[in-house]
């Protein structure tokens, strides 16, 4: 059988200290002599020795020095809705029955599967899903300039 446990605080509602004795006795952090490293200045310089073990101080850490490629990603709907205002523009080519759309150019780096293919569309992208690149080809079209591993090597060295 379970218990109920009155709380400590309901006991103090309408004390003015709460148990705490003097009112100035429990003053937010004033009481403990401030927050963090408050103190640790000026006049504190005897302390600061006793500081530099704990890493207060100064960077520590590091910070990757390959740099990282910001994906940037569309969808498969975003080309199919888009298809005719993009063709209009010049945006992309249209060669047969075929569409040309560079990725790059549109402003993308990744192709992602969300949507239908309807058209043969032959993109050239430096990332894909792999259910994007099925749905193209399922489609009859083709997904080139996939970034490889030794790709994205030298990419990151320039």
Known sequence: MTTNKRKKNSRQRGS????????????GAGSRGGRGMAGSGKRAD?????NWKE??????????????????PFNLLYIEDK??????????????DIYNIDAQKLGFNKLLSKG?????????VMYASKNAVEKIK?????????????NKEAEVKH
């Open 55 to 72: 890493k207060y101080f100064g960077k520590y850490g590091f910070k990757s020095k390959k740099q990282s490629v910001k994906i940037k």
């Open 16 to 27: 003015k200290t709460h148990g705490y004795g003097s009112m100035k006795k429990h003053r």
């Open 138 to 150: 399922a489609a009859g079209g083709e997904v080139t300039g996939l970034a490889t591993k030794e």
């Open 116 to 124: 239908k293919v309807s058209n043969k569309l032959r993109i050239n």
């Open 46 to 50: 005897t302390n600061k020795p006793s």
């Open 83 to 96: 298809l005719n205002s993009l063709l209009k523009d010049k945006m992309i080519e249209k060669e047969n």
